[in-house]
């Protein structure tokens, strides 16, 4: 599996392109605007989009999901059905934080905790992480070791939760119990900002690091 990341809108979230090498067969994570530019990526891999994956449904991570979905035939998976309040709310979340007036959507496919997706011949595996949002899912490609975590887990930070139904305790068990029991070699992609480990977030992040108990 390969893969690029795509920074979008004003909030630079790391919306990702994954792709099967042996069949050009691609998935994208969290298109949240700025369609043109995954659209030219798209071309200039010479890639098939077979589907949209939402890690969860604030706007910069989801707000380019219907204008994609209709460009290309696709169907969108995820996130968690907790979130569609979120999705419901697009256009009010636009409006709140100056994004262009999106569409709203029905996923066709809600994700729950330990379904899979694929694209091409690549599967990931879904963990349910609420926390940020109630409905936020990751995604887990195991043979590769890689992980999109959204906005659970960030390179030195954690995910917010002072947004609606945001819960601290929940996020630290998400990211305590979920992700970093996958192991410490895995990189993840977070929605904003550099990669980096789940060992590294263990020892140094000083949110959820081993040192704080």
């Not at 091409?120 to 963990?127: A, F, P, S, T």
Request: hydrophobic share 35%; with cysteine.
């Amino acid at each position: 599996m390969k893969y690029c990341i795509i920074p979008v809108t004003a909030f630079q979230q790391n919306c990702t392109l994954l792709w099967c090498a042996d069949t050009r067969r691609a998935a994208v994570v969290d298109p949240g605007g700025d369609v043109s530019r995954i659209v030219d990526k798209l071309d200039a891999e010479g890639l098939t989009l077979d589907k949209i994956l939402l890690t969860h449904a604030h706007i910069d991570h989801a707000g380019g999901t219907a204008e994609i979905a209709q460009v290309y035939g696709v169907p969108i998976e995820g996130p968690h059905l907790e979130d569609k309040f979120w999705i419901d709310a697009l256009d009010q979340q636009s409006q709140m934080f100056g994004f262009p007036s999106v569409e709203t959507f029905t996923p066709d496919r809600w994700l729950n905790d330990a379904d899979t997706v694929s694209f091409g011949n690549q599967c990931l595996e879904v963990l349910h992480c609420p926390g940020h949002t109630p409905g936020h899912v990751i995604f887990f490609h195991r043979e590769t070791q890689l992980a999109l975590v959204g906005d659970v887990l960030f390179n030195g930070s954690i995910g917010r939760t002072d947004f609606p139904k945001g819960d601290h305790p929940s996020l630290i068990h998400s990211i305590r119990e979920k992700l970093f029991t996958l192991g410490d070699d895995v990189t993840f992609i977070p929605g904003h900002g550099p990669l980096s480990t789940f060992g590294h977030e263990r020892l140094n992040n000083p949110f959820v690091s081993d040192h704080r108990g």
